[in-house]
């Protein structure tokens, strides 16, 4: 009887206030336009609470439809969420630790499963899954083609009778070529964000022995010769961290400089910008006169592409 008048009362608030009012209702879920082509049902991980298994199939789904995988290099995925992003490293131990569901599974979380999706191996990640745990973060990027960055062709046509066919991509993904051509609300979260621009300048004159990508942490390479895209940086003067000791001199802790700003470098790229400057867009790009009569063509192309930037 309960439960009949439950479902009585919920049916006559739907009558009134119309039909979206239901919390759990599939607005979400009718958004999702790409699934994961391994069903949960299908995927034999029963050693996962089901709750916790539905939860990350979900958000794989949710950033398959909706976000962004980002290949930055190093083995080092940068993979976006509703206001957030979470780096995956493919090796070391961050593969199970970069975040809590893949911490308490030992690195099964929405972000490896749609990067093993991504890539193409889902089926065989999540098989060696539990036979060959330590394994799993190579199989993740298993079949990364050498040109992983570039836009996703065509995928190529998976053999072997152990591949479950795949739903069909309804719609491409976002190509979220507007990301960067307008102005964002300024919202500083962290110590390093603030209103300064984002200068253009040649790696090599920048003075010191090694620069490394304050967002992905490759370094710029050095020498003598040094080649396009590399002989070019984005440098952005913000607070950071530095290390302190206690008063008793031996414990080191990072603490933020209190109104200290020094020079950070950045990738011509637009994931390493946005990662770590979310309010970025190409209007705070700047370049000096004598560094921009020597731009060459190809800078500016690389500078064009990447970042959007106009002469
Ligand atoms: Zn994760
Ligand atoms: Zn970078």
């Not at 066919?165 to 491409?172: A, D, H, R, T, Y």
């Not at 390493?272 to 004598?290: N, S, T």
């Amino acid at each position: 009887m309960v439960t009949k008048d439950g479902g009585a009362k919920k049916e006559h608030v739907k009558r009134v206030l119309g039909s979206n009012i239901d919390p759990g209702s599939s607005a979400q879920k009718e958004q999702l336009v790409r699934k994961l082509s391994v069903s949960i049902a299908n995927s034999k991980l029963d050693t996962i609470a089901p709750g916790l298994l539905n939860k990350i199939w979900h958000e794989a789904e949710v950033i398959l439809s909706h976000h962004q995988i980002i290949n930055l290099n190093n083995d080092v995925y940068c993979i976006t969420e509703q206001c957030n992003s979470t780096n995956v490293s493919t090796k070391n131990g961050n593969f199970i630790r970069h975040c809590n569901n893949a911490r308490s599974t030992s690195g099964l979380c929405q972000h490896t499963l749609a990067l093993a999706e991504e890539n193409g191996c889902l089926h065989t990640f999540l098989s060696k899954f539990y036979s060959k745990k330590n394994k799993a973060a190579n199989i993740v990027k298993g079949n990364v083609p050498k040109r992983a960055q570039e836009k996703p062709k065509e995928k190529k046509k998976r053999k072997g009778q152990n591949n479950v066919e795949s739903v069909p991509i309804l719609i491409n993904r976002r190509k979220a070529n507007d990301e960067i051509d307008f102005q964002k609300p300024m919202m500083f979260l962290e110590i390093w964000h603030n209103k300064n621009p984002f200068n253009i300048v040649f790696t090599r004159e920048e003075g010191k022995k090694s620069i490394e990508c304050e967002s992905c942490t490759v370094k710029f390479q050095q020498g003598p010769l040094i080649c396009i895209p590399q002989d070019v940086t984005v440098n952005h003067t913000e607070r950071y961290l530095y290390r302190k000791k206690d008063e008793k001199g031996n414990l080191i802790k990072m603490v933020p400089t209190w109104q200290k700003e020094a020079a950070r470098f950045y990738w011509i790229r637009k994931a390493c910008l946005l990662q770590r400057h979310p309010y970025f867009w190409k209007g705070m790009l700047r370049v000096d006169e004598h560094v921009r009569s020597r731009l060459k063509q190809s800078h500016l192309k690389v500078l064009q592409e990447e970042l959007h930037f106009t002469s």
